[in-house]
């Protein structure tokens, strides 16, 4: 019976769950419990010093319906002033707001409605403020504005504005474990700790009403606890990759090890830098550690003979078969990578350069005797 040698692939893989770790800080304020308006949106990129929410002011309904009713009279009075209002720019944000009005319909989501609406308002600000610009003072469109924009310093001057003392990316979803779970030292993670993180996998942390964070974009970590014979050999520095539950696969350093006193588990720290924001809304995720993965010439384990700590293959040429020597780089239970020995490597095994002349060396498609 004869095999067809191929190129191929070989991996040792594991199927686990961690606890996503990143450097990230809250902000709350005095006002928490007038409920919030998001500056930002959830995975905005921010610098330092930038404004990110602000919490409703006292009597800020009020005001927003005086504010809306003077939207709708400066409106009309805009589509009543003839051509002399209509810069481009109000033009082209009339037609956002027409695309979002559109782009609104439909959606359920109250996250996103409130993403819109903001949007919505903006470019009302914006129109508004153009407008008035182009108004001559005095003038009825003027001075609706005018109104409009003391109602709205009213509201900014009685509600309070939160800014960001850290550059990253803001997340709403703040779930406790922000002051908990920290990234300067990993020596505080034990498995009674983790296991007391009351969170499902791959649940979504909800939104907050009361305050925000601030996260590195950049890099965040994976505590793993693990008993595997292949995690138990892993050291510090190690180089895996591993697979998200979107099958997205991502380089990974192993950064710490917990070993605990009298427990055959221990907890490995991996550290990512690619796909963080995709994890952002998680705290606990399944995912898959893939510890090697080899290609190269593939070759079913039944081929192989073992002679003298030396591995080998019987290959078909001509009729005859042909006794190849071969480097196993990789092996599971079923299949092998292997290759070619070199002429340096040889030598150190203790062969000739006339045997090493001589050598038969394997090469792809060459019919492999499975033996076995």
């Known amino acids: 019976m004869f095999l067809l040698w191929k190129i191929g692939s070989l991996s ?43 919490y409703y002011s006292n009597g800020e309904e009020e005001l927003n319906k005086q504010i809306s009713d003077l939207d709708e009279k400066i409106n009309q009075a805009l589509e009543e002033s003839g051509t002399s209002l209509r810069d481009a720019d109000v033009f082209n944000l009339e037609k956002k707001i027409e695309t979002t009005l559109d782009e609104l319909i439909g959606v359920n989501d109250l996250e996103k409605q409130e993403e ?11 129109k508004a403020n153009i407008a008035g610009d182009l108004s001559p003072e005095g003038s009825y469109v003027k001075n609706l504005i005018n109104q409009r ?11 309070e504005i939160i800014n960001t003392d850290m550059a990253g990316v803001i997340s709403y979803r703040v779930d406790g474990c922000e002051d908990i779970l920290g990234v300067n030292d990993f020596s505080y993670l034990n498995t009674d700790l983790l296991n007391n993180l009351k969170f499902d ?37 190690d180089k895996v990759t591993l697979r998200l539950s979107n099958s997205i696969e991502i380089p990974s350093t192993i950064e710490y090890i917990v070993d605990e006193d009298d427990s055959d588990s221990r907890i490995i720290v991996f550290k990512i830098k690619d796909n963080v924001e995709d994890l952002i809304e998680f705290r606990k995720i399944s995912f898959e550690i893939i510890w090697w993965n080899y290609s190269g010439l ?20 001509a009729g005859y078969s042909e006794k190849v020597l071969v480097k196993v780089l990789r092996q599971n239970d079923i299949y092998s990578i292997v290759t070619n020995y070199s002429k340096e490597e040889l030598e150190e095994l203790g062969f000739t350069n006339d045997e090493i002349e001589k050598m038969p060396q394997i090469k792809i498609y ?7």
């Open 12 to 54: 040792f893989e594991e199927s686990t769950y961690g606890y996503i770790i990143r450097e990230e800080k809250v902000f709350k304020g005095n006002n928490y419990k007038n409920g919030m308006i998001q500056i930002k949106t959830e995975g905005e990129k921010v610098s330092n010093g930038e404004s990110i929410f602000r």
């Open 116 to 126: 819109f609406l903001k949007k919505i308002d903006s470019y009302i600000t914006k």
């Open 149 to 159: 924009n003391e109602l709205k310093n009213k509201v900014n001057e009685n509600s």
């Open 201 to 237: 996998v791959g649940t979504t942390i909800p939104q907050s009403s009361e305050c925000a964070k601030i996260l590195n974009n950049f890099f965040c970590y994976i505590a793993c606890p693990i008993s595997s014979e292949k995690a138990m050999e892993a050291k510090v520095g």
């Open 298 to 317: 593939k070759i079913s384990n039944q081929a192989i003979q073992e002679e003298n700590d030396l591995s080998y293959v019987y290959r078909n040429k």
């Open 366 to 372: 060459d019919e492999i005797n499975i033996s076995k």
